[in-house]
Structures are given as structure tokens and as C-alpha cells.
């Protein structure tokens, strides 16, 4: 973890590893640290925007009530219109949904280019149709598929993503192009890009999928197409 009230030792350590191991992405809970009362838009999370933008890689902002019974505030997307438009070099991703604020998270979508939404922790059937619409029209590079395993299975997701009223190119993109593209494009062709694949190690925690699980971990006998294809229908 980071501490991001002293926030120089912790992106010194975040730089080292970035440098030499392949990270998809950096996450942050607004409301699971400091009792909720930082949102996006305070200036404790800049240095962490910045060196992500440095760095070239992805941050995800948990966005949306959270299932805790903790304070969720914090977690509007609103706070983050702010925090695009200081940062618009950032790739920044929305994640375990924006719920009740769904809305709010698709019209800022629609602004920033940079701004995605993972629905990691949200069951696809669950999905709200004006997001469905969204993703259908103006959105159809922007959202993620996600799980949350143990408690959303990957199987469930992937089975029920299936069943979505979603043209066969928006699901597509739902399921593998877009989290390709998003996160796995810059260890494909980017700066930490190694000239053997067999060392090029994929594991969940490595990559920061943590429990999101859009992609499995994959041994050294695998090739990365193989890996990216895992989902892909």
C-alpha cells in the first residue's frame, strides 16, 4: 500500500517496481483509506497522478457506493471532472461500477477521453440500461469488463456478459479489446516490452488485477496472444 499523506518514499517504491515488472495498473479506494475524507480532487492524490502520467501507466478510482457500510462520498464520480481536466494526460478507470451515480459517470465519459469504467464488482445483468445504451453508441471504447472473484466468479460474469443485448463488436470490446487496449497495450509495445516472452512472468497481483480477474494468470509456457484471447468470445 501507498501512504499518500507522505507520498514521496511511496512513489519512489511504485517508480522501482513499475521499472522492472510488468504493473497494468495502480488502483486507489477513496473511501477505504482515511476514514473517506479525501475525494479524487483533493491535492493529497496529485503526486500520485503525476507520476502516473510519468510512468505512462493506468490508475484506478474505486467510484460508486461502496458495499461497506462505510462512507462512500468520496467515491462520486463528480470528484473526478476536476481531477480530468487538471490531468487529461491521465488514463484513468472507474472501477466496481458508479452506482447510484451512473449517469454522472457516463457524462464524463462522454467529456474526457481518457476517463473508462470497469464494471468489476457489478454483476452484468445487473447493468443499468442507460450504461447498456452508452456502450452501444458513444461508448463502445470505454467500458471494461470486469469480475470480482471469489465473490462475483469469473464463469458467472463471463456467462452472463454473454447474454447482454450488445452488438457482437460492442461485446467484443466489452470482454477483450478494450482492457486490451487500455491496460495491456504498453506492455505489448511499450517501455517494459522483453525480447523473450517465456520471461515475461503473468500473474495477477503482478499485473494489479487483484480480484478484478478480466485475465488469468498465465505460466511461462504461454504466449501473450493467448493470454489476451482468454475472453475474447
Known amino acids: 500500500g501507498m501512504n499518500l499523506l507522505r507520498p514521496v ?23 477505504f483509506w482515511g476514514d473517506g475524507m479525501y475525494p479524487p480532487s483533493d491535492a ?44 487529461p494526460e491521465l488514463k484513468l478507470c472507474m472501477i466496481h461500477g458508479a452506482d447510484p451515480w451512473w449517469d454522472t459517470a457516463i457524462r464524463l465519459m462522454i467529456k474526457y477521453p481518457n476517463l473508462h469504467l470497469m464494471t468489476s464488482a457489478w454483476a452484468p445483468k445487473y447493468l443499468p440500461q442507460s450504461l447498456l445504451h452508452y456502450m452501444r453508441t458513444r461508448g463502445k471504447t470505454k467500458i471494461v469488463f470486469a469480475s470480482d472473484a471469489p465473490v462475483l466468479s469469473i464463469t458467472r460474469c463471463v456467462s452472463e456478459a454473454r447474454q447482454l443485448d450488445l452488438p457482437a463488436e460492442v461485446m467484443d470490446n466489452y470482454l477483450y479489446v478494450n482492457a486490451q487496449r487500455f491496460f495491456f497495450d504498453r506492455l505489448l509495445f511499450g517501455e517494459i516490452m522483453r525480447d523473450d516472452l517465456g520471461d515475461f512472468l ?3 497481483h503482478v499485473l494489479g488485477l487483484g480480484d478484478h480477474q478480466f485475465l488469468g494468470p498465465v505460466g511461462r509456457d504461454q504466449q501473450l496472444p493467448q493470454l489476451l484471447k482468454l475472453f475474447r468470445p
Open 9 to 31: 518514499p511511496s512513489l519512489r517504491a511504485l517508480e522501482s517496481y513499475v521499472r522492472n515488472n510488468p504493473v497494468a495498473y495502480v488502483s486507489v479506494g477513496p473511501a
Open 44 to 87: 493529497v492524490y496529485y503526486p500520485l497522478y503525476a507520476k502516473c502520467c510519468e510512468l505512462n501507466i493506468p490508475l484506478c478510482m474505486n467510484a460508486g457506493l461502496p458495499g461497506p457500510p462505510i462512507a462512500g462520498d468520496a467515491q462520486n464520480p463528480l470528484y473526478l471532472d476536476r481531477v480530468c481536466v487538471r490531468f
Open 202 to 204: 503473468f500473474d495477477q
